[in-house]
C-alpha cells in the first residue's frame, strides 16, 4: 500500500455518534486525499489535501470535516455519523511533482447503525 | 470536468480466454488515465497508466489497454485470463494540466469474474 497506513480498519457507529479516520504516509509526498467507495459507485473524492495545512473540497464533502496539521498526516472526521455514511473510506497519496498516480491505503470500513 | 463510463458492470469469463473491459471518458482538456484493480477486501492497485507517447501502454500482471483519443476511449485487455485475475477494475481519469491537482474521476468499475 505505497506507505499510506489507515486506522481504524473497521468501525462500527450508531446515528449521531462522531469519529476520525486516520491516515498517514512515510513517503514525504505533498498530496493526499480522501474517497469513499459504495457498490456500484465506484469511489467519489470527498477531500484533498495539496500540502501542508491546506485542505478543499471534493464531490462528496457534505457531513466530513478533515484536517492536515502535518505533511504526514490526514484526517478524516464525522461529526454526526449517518447511515448514509456507510462505506469503505480510502486514503491516497500521489508521487510526484508534475504527475500524477495515486497510491491507495487498505481502507477502513465503516457501518453506521 | 470529466466524467468515466465503464460499460460492463460484470465480465464473466472462462480460464485461459481473452478479456476486454471497456472504459470510455469524456473531458473537455487533455487528460491523463488509469487502471486499477481491487482484489477482494483489499485496496485499490495501480495496473497501468497513460500519460504520454505511445498509445499501447503495458502494465503488470499481463494486461495492457490502449488510448484513442478520437473514440475518447482506454480499453483493458489481457489475452489469456487467470483465476487469480478475478477482481474489480476500475478506469480513472484526471486532467494533466495539474491545475486540478490531479483529482481522479473514476468509473463505477467492472468485476470480472474468472471461472475455471
Known amino acids: 500500500n505505497a506507505g499510506v497506513t489507515q486506522t481504524p480498519k473497521f468501525q462500527v457507529l450508531k446515528t449521531g455518534q462522531s469519529m476520525t479516520l486516520q491516515c498517514a504516509q512515510d513517503?514525504?509526498?505533498?498530496?493526499m486525499y480522501w474517497y469513499r467507495q459504495d457498490p456500484g459507485m465506484g469511489l467519489r473524492l470527498i477531500y484533498y489535501?495539496?500540502?501542508?495545512?491546506?485542505?478543499d473540497k471534493g464531490e462528496v464533502p457534505n457531513g466530513y470535516n478533515v484536517s492536515r496539521l502535518n505533511k504526514r498526516e490526514f484526517s478524516l472526521r464525522l461529526e454526526s455519523a449517518a447511515p448514509s455514511q456507510t462505506s469503505v473510506y480510502f486514503c491516497?497519496?500521489?508521487?510526484?511533482?508534475?504527475?500524477?498516480?495515486?497510491?491507495f491505503g487498505p481502507g477502513t470500513r465503516l457501518t453506521v447503525l | 470536468a470529466q466524467s468515466v463510463t465503464q460499460l460492463d458492470s460484470q465480465v464473466p469469463v472462462f480460464e485461459e480466454a481473452p478479456v476486454e473491459l471497456r472504459c470510455n471518458y469524456s473531458?473537455?482538456?487533455?487528460?491523463?488515465l488509469f487502471w486499477y484493480v481491487q482484489y477482494p477486501n483489499q485496496g485499490l492497485q495501480l495496473l497501468l497508466k497513460?500519460?504520454?507517447?505511445?498509445?499501447l501502454v503495458k502494465g503488470i500482471n499481463g494486461f495492457e489497454a490502449e488510448f484513442n483519443k478520437s473514440q475518447t476511449s482506454f480499453h483493458l485487455r489481457k489475452p489469456s485470463v487467470h483465476i487469480s485475475d478475478t477482481a474489480e477494475y476500475f478506469c480513472?481519469?484526471?486532467?494533466?494540466?495539474?491545475?486540478?491537482?490531479?483529482?481522479?474521476?473514476f468509473g463505477k468499475g467492472t468485476l470480472l469474474t474468472v471461472n475455471p
Open positions: 491516497a497519496i500521489r508521487q510526484g511533482v508534475s504527475a500524477d498516480t495515486q497510491y
Open positions: 497513460y500519460l504520454s507517447g505511445s498509445t
Open positions: 473531458s473537455s482538456v487533455s487528460v491523463y
Open positions: 480513472a481519469v484526471t486532467s494533466n494540466s495539474g491545475g486540478s491537482n490531479y483529482k481522479l474521476t
Open positions: 513517503m514525504n509526498h505533498n498530496s
Open positions: 489535501s495539496a500540502s501542508e495545512g491546506t485542505t
